[in-house]
């Protein structure tokens, strides 16, 4: 709020993305009061009050960084997933409102960061069994900009393997977003 007081009038504020992230894992048996309110701070805390100090200002983009664990879930992540989804719902309230919004869901990225820095070889691998496979910058950042270009309320930016998505839908493990993006044999019934 006193960073956005501080603006001068002749250069107003254009637009906002939104990259925050923390976070706490933990199973949801396990996942207490303080976890959640870690992960709920960065994400949707700040979210909110962004969208609540600018919904009066004209923004060309609004853009919140939420992830695919969101719409695809994550193991351990019940309180990041559930942070994300509130991201994604608030682009599609302030749509509703009139406002520019895009929520875009990141996958993994190459590049290691402090919320990837724990990922070991195994975690990973698990991963691209999953289907999911790590964007390089360059992909990232087309994707970035064919959101912005494209500006639906919500983009899901993630690097997939089709093979592994396949050996998923043949177990009944693919998520139901994914399975449009796989053609599986139907099977006859004697």
């Known amino acids: ?111 290691e960061s402090a919320m990837t820095s724990h990922l070991g070889e195994a975690e990973k691998a698990r991963m691209e069994r999953s289907g999911i496979v790590a964007l390089s910058d360059e992909q990232g950042l087309a994707l970035f900009d064919q959101a912005l270009a494209r500006s639906p309320s919500l983009a899901l930016a993630v690097g997939l393997k089709r093979e592994a998505l396949r050996s998923q839908a043949q177990a009944g493990l693919l998520p139901p977003l994914l399975s449009a993006l796989i053609r599986t044999p139907t099977r006859r019934r004697a």
């Open 1 to 111: 709020e006193a960073l956005l007081a501080k603006l001068p009038k002749a250069h107003p504020l254009g637009a906002i993305v939104h990259a925050a992230g923390v976070l706490d894992d933990a199973t949801v048996q396990k996942l207490t009061p303080e976890q959640l309110g870690r992960v709920f701070k960065a994400k949707a805390d700040s979210a909110l009050a962004l969208h609540e100090l600018t919904k009066d200002q004209e923004l060309s983009a609004f853009v919140l960084f939420s992830s695919a664990a969101g719409a695809l879930g994550a193991p351990g992540q019940a309180n990041y997933a559930a942070a994300n989804s509130f991201l994604d719902a608030l682009a599609q309230r302030r749509r509703t409102e009139g406002l520019p919004a895009t929520s875009i869901a990141w996958g993994l990225w190459q590049r």
